[in-house]
């Protein structure tokens, strides 16, 4: 018997000291028939405002013939690591050779003119 007096001046309590939340309160408004898109999104939105022009291309994201080589010399000195032994070591020198000719080439190969023009000065 105690312990039924015991519980029900617990909920008592309970009950007499909570208040309704802001969500429950019964609030005059138009009423909601249900979950929107716009509410299960997560992330934030932003005003998305539509571009006259493109502001990027497709050269923008295309690798130089240089860079193609430097990525494909590097292939072949992983390709040639993982080998291994004596075929693996000839993979990895001829991917070292074209990785070089692909800096070669991405760095500019140095042309007839100007010392200047090269990347180094000279003093006669």
Known sequence: MFRTGLFLAAAAAIFAGSSPLGAQAGTPG??????????????PRVAEQPAATPTTNSSDFA?????????????????????????????MIGGGAVLL?????????????EPTDIGYSVRF
Do not use: C
């Open 63 to 91: 690798l130089t013939n240089g860079e193609k080589l430097m990525v494909l010399g590097g292939a072949a000195l992983i390709t040639g690591a993982i080998i291994g032994d004596a075929p693996g070591t000839i993979i």
């Open 101 to 113: 000719y692909g800096l070669y080439l991405q760095l500019g190969r140095p042309h007839s003119g």
């Open 30 to 43: 138009p009423a909601s028939v249900g979950p929107t898109v716009a509410a299960a999104s997560l992330s």
